[in-house]
Nanobody
Framework: QVQLSESGGGVVQAGTSLTLSCTASGFAFSSYTMGWFRQTPGQEREFVAAIDWPGTGTAYSDSVKGRFNISRDSDTKRTVYLKMNNLEAEDTAMYFC???????????????WGQGTQVTVSS
């Protein structure tokens, strides 16, 4: 069964850092592009970042470029991370881990989604 499990969300102060983790199971981790989206109530899901295998190619939204960093672990640990620095109140959202075939790094279209982890940034 394909599964993505996020962790690491919480309530933090503006200007601080937080790292989200996503552990994958049920598919060949090294064959998939991984990524993160976020969503606030009443809004559409917004692309945040994506990374290919083995992690040489990345993509970021303009709103997080320079502040967030996406990385991924080995095929054994099967984990992707989102390091969020200098957090702003506007970063408050539910963050979702996503996975799809390698071309997703270019199309930003992902069919496998996790349940999400909440990040709240207080100003």
């Amino acid at each position: 069964q394909v599964q993505l499990s996020e962790s690491g969300g919480g309530v933090v102060q503006a200007g601080t850092s937080l790292t989200l983790s996503c552990t994958a199971s049920g598919f060949a981790f090294s064959s998939y592009t991984m990524g993160w989206f976020r969503q606030t109530p009443g809004q559409e899901r917004e692309f945040v970042a994506a990374i290919d295998w083995p992690g040489t190619g990345t993509a970021y939204s303009d709103s997080v470029k320079g502040r967030f960093n996406i990385s991924r672990d080995s095929d054994t640990k099967r984990t992707v991370y989102l390091k969020m620095n200098n957090l702003e109140a506007e970063d408050t959202a539910m963050y979702f881990c996503v996975a799809d075939v390698p071309s997703a790094l270019r199309t930003l279209e992902f069919r496998t989604w996790g349940q999400g982890t909440q990040v709240t940034v207080s100003s």
